[in-house]
Nanobody, 126 residues
Framework: QAQLAESGGGLVQPGASLRLSCAVSGITFSEYAMAWFRQAPGKDREFVAAIRRPNEATPSADSVKGRFTISRDNAKNTVYLQMNDLKPEDTANYYC???????????????????WGQGTQVTVSS
């Protein structure tokens, strides 16, 4: 069965950086677009960033543009989220998700993702 396991979250101060990882098994990783979503207390889950092919543009939320970068290593079946200049409003549980044969217009839509990880908590506070 498909398994997605996030790691790398933690408690950091504003301005710090974190790198989240999502290790994937049980599926043909290269056939799946990968994405990060996040959910803060009292808020709906929201799209953060997605990646399909390595040479394609990577859509991301306006709130994280210029600060967060999504990437993938198909040899390691792992997707990453590099988060720089973290802000208190980035505090959330971050989820990794997979969507097979994704079309561009579906990358931001959480209902299109078939597999989800359990999440990793990111807390940004001084």
């Amino acid at each position: 069965q498909a398994q997605l396991a996030e790691s790398g979250g933690g408690l950091v101060q504003p301005g710090a950086s974190l790198r989240l990882s999502c290790a994937v098994s049980g599926i043909t990783f290269s056939e799946y677009a990968m994405a990060w979503f996040r959910q803060a207390p009292g808020k709906d889950r929201e799209f953060v960033a997605a990646i399909r092919r390595p040479n394609e543009a990577t859509p991301s939320a306006d709130s994280v543009k210029g600060r967060f970068t999504i990437s993938r290593d198909n040899a390691k079946n792992t997707v990453y989220l590099q988060m720089n200049d973290l802000k208190p409003e980035d505090t959330a549980n971050y989820y990794c998700a997979a969507q097979r044969w994704a079309i561009w217009s579906s990358l931001r839509t959480q209902s299109q993702y078939t597999y989800w990880g359990q999440g990793t908590q990111v807390t940004v506070s001084s």
